[in-house]
């Protein structure tokens, strides 16, 4: 590796395992019985302290690290005590900066109570928690196991054993939701005193379970009206809640915005370890082998499991400037801009210019894409 990070950049940790298999998910995770040989659940969290420390050894002349983001698949599943021993390797090998944020995502049934007091005592300041929907129906749908009180236990238990940051990620738009499904989920999550709220649109993607039953006509592919719909009520009523959206599917009340993935949105630097994890250095992009056996292997050699490399030109880097930095709340400047098209889309009231900046509407947000588009082409 030719690049050093520059401060303050983050470290992704992969952990690439469920317990089952959402239907709507495809992400490069793995259950228990779809790994095969040279895979186990159990060795993980020691290749991936060694890939932590090959890492090192590739970027000499790194500072401090500002966020560490445990994601997956279920960070927890492997258990608090693993996730505190490769943090505590992670700070030896780079150290932390002060005040660093360090995250872990988990499932709801995915870690208790004790395991909560583990991870806060051993260095994590924030977690996630992937809740979906308070609506059993929904549940179902989206083939959660966990159930819409458990949800609601364990976000306040992360409250009481004493995490200033807790989020919640719900889904809306799932066939067979209601308003008032949504609604409720939304309220009940707020009103357990998390500080951070993530709210995604359901995609059907090709591939998945949910994807194989709506093409055969078994669940109702879900509506991008309806969509638009119920992101206007979980906006509402987050911000009758105290928080406000920082970037397009998140909100916060202050000082809970997540910093690590604010890094993404900024285009700083990250390194991503484990399976299929993706990295960045000053233009500089690679993600590892996706397997975990075949990551395994490599690791074992004491080599970086790198399957490609990509250098963005300066094109390339504009548009993603352009492309993630219209997501948030904090905007672009007006000059970054094609001044034809902002004046445009403020016209058609998708954009808003405060002094030098330009920012989405709440129209603007529902369109995001489309926005970004237009002034990327």
Same mark, same amino acid.
């Given at each position: 590796?030719?690049?050093?990070?520059?401060?303050?950049?983050?470290?992704?940790?992969?952990? =690439?395992? @469920?317990?089952?298999? @959402? %239907?709507y998910?495809?992400f490069?995770?793995?259950?228990?019985?779809e $790994?095969? =040989?040279?895979?186990?659940?159990?060795?993980?969290?020691d290749?991936?302290?060694e890939?932590?420390?090959?890492?090192?050894r590739?970027?000499?002349?790194a500072?401090?690290v500002?966020?560490v983001f445990?994601?997956?698949?279920?960070?927890t $599943?492997? !258990?608090?005590?693993?996730?505190?021993?490769?943090?505590?390797?992670?700070?030896t090998?780079?150290?932390?900066?002060?005040?660093?944020?360090?995250?872990?995502?988990?499932?709801?049934?995915?870690?208790?109570?004790?395991?909560?007091?583990?991870?806060?005592?051993?260095?994590?300041?924030?977690?996630?928690?992937?809740v979906?929907?308070?609506?059993?129906?929904?549940?179902?749908v989206?083939?959660?196991?966990?159930?819409? !009180?458990?949800?609601?236990?364990?976000?306040?238990?992360?409250?009481?054993?004493?995490?200033?940051?807790?989020?919640?990620?719900?889904?809306?738009?799932?066939?067979?939701?209601?308003?008032?499904?949504?609604?409720?989920?939304?309220?009940?999550?707020?009103?357990?005193?998390?500080? +951070?709220?993530?709210a995604?649109?359901?995609?059907?993607?090709?591939?998945?379970?949910?994807g194989? *039953?709506v093409?055969?006509?078994?669940?109702?592919?879900?509506d991008?009206?309806?969509?638009?719909?119920?992101?206007?009520?979980?906006?509402?009523?987050? *911000?009758?809640?105290?928080?406000?959206?920082?970037?397009?599917?998140n909100?916060?009340?202050?000082?809970?915005?997540c910093r690590?993935?604010?890094?993404?949105?900024? %285009?700083?630097?990250?390194? !991503?370890? %484990?399976?299929?994890a +993706? !990295? +960045?250095?000053?233009?500089?992009?690679?993600?590892n082998?996706?397997? =975990?056996?075949?990551?395994?292997?490599?690791?074992?050699?004491?080599?970086?499991?790198?399957?490609?490399?990509e250098?963005?030109?300066? *094109?390339?880097?504009?548009?993603?400037?352009?492309?993630?930095?219209?997501?948030?709340?904090?905007?672009?400047?007006?000059?970054?801009? =094609?001044?034809?098209?902002?004046?445009?889309? @403020?016209?058609? %009231?998708?954009?808003?210019?405060?002094?030098?900046?330009?920012?989405?509407?709440?129209?603007?947000?529902?369109?995001?894409? $489309?926005?970004?588009?237009?002034?990327?082409?």
């Open positions: 590796m030719d690049r050093q990070p520059r401060s303050p950049w983050g470290l992704y940790l992969h952990v =690439p395992y @469920c317990a089952t298999r @959402c %239907g998910c495809d490069n995770t793995y259950t228990a019985d $790994l095969g =040989p040279g895979a186990s659940r159990a060795g993980y969290a290749t991936l302290v890939e932590i420390r090959l890492a090192r590739a970027l000499p002349d500072p401090a500002s966020t445990f994601g997956g698949g279920t960070p $599943l492997i !258990g608090a005590d693993a996730l505190v021993r490769i943090l505590s390797v992670v700070r090998e780079f150290g932390l900066e002060p005040g660093a944020e360090v995250t872990t995502e988990a499932n709801p049934d995915s870690l208790d109570r004790s395991g909560l007091e583990r991870l806060l005592a051993g260095g994590f300041t924030r977690v996630s928690f992937g979906q929907s308070l609506a059993p129906g929904v549940l179902r989206l083939d959660r196991t966990h159930t819409p !009180g458990r949800s609601l236990e364990v976000l306040r238990d992360a409250r009481e054993v004493g995490f200033a940051h807790v989020s919640a990620d719900l889904i809306y738009g799932t066939p067979g939701e209601t308003d008032s499904d949504l609604a409720e989920s939304v309220e009940r999550v707020l009103e357990s005193g998390i500080d +951070h709220l993530s995604y649109a359901l995609i059907v993607e090709p591939g998945t379970r949910l194989r *039953q093409a055969r006509g078994e669940v109702v592919s879900p991008d009206d309806i969509a638009a719909d119920r992101y206007g009520i979980v906006d509402a009523i987050a *911000q009758v809640a105290g928080l406000d959206w920082y970037e397009v599917s909100w916060a009340r202050p000082g809970g915005e690590h993935n604010l890094g993404y949105w900024r %285009g700083l630097d990250w390194w !991503g370890a %484990g399976p299929g +993706h !990295g +960045h250095l000053s233009g500089l992009r690679w993600w082998v996706k397997h =975990p056996a075949a990551y395994a292997a490599a690791i074992h050699g004491a080599e970086l499991p790198v399957a490609e490399y250098e963005l030109g300066s *094109q390339e880097r504009r548009v993603e400037h352009l492309m993630l930095g219209m997501r948030l709340r904090e905007g672009l400047p007006v000059a970054d801009i =094609p001044a034809r098209e902002a004046d445009a889309l @403020c016209a058609e %009231g998708l954009l808003e210019l405060e002094e030098s900046l330009v920012r989405l509407t709440p129209r603007g947000r529902l369109l995001a894409d $489309l926005v970004v588009r237009r002034i990327t082409d």
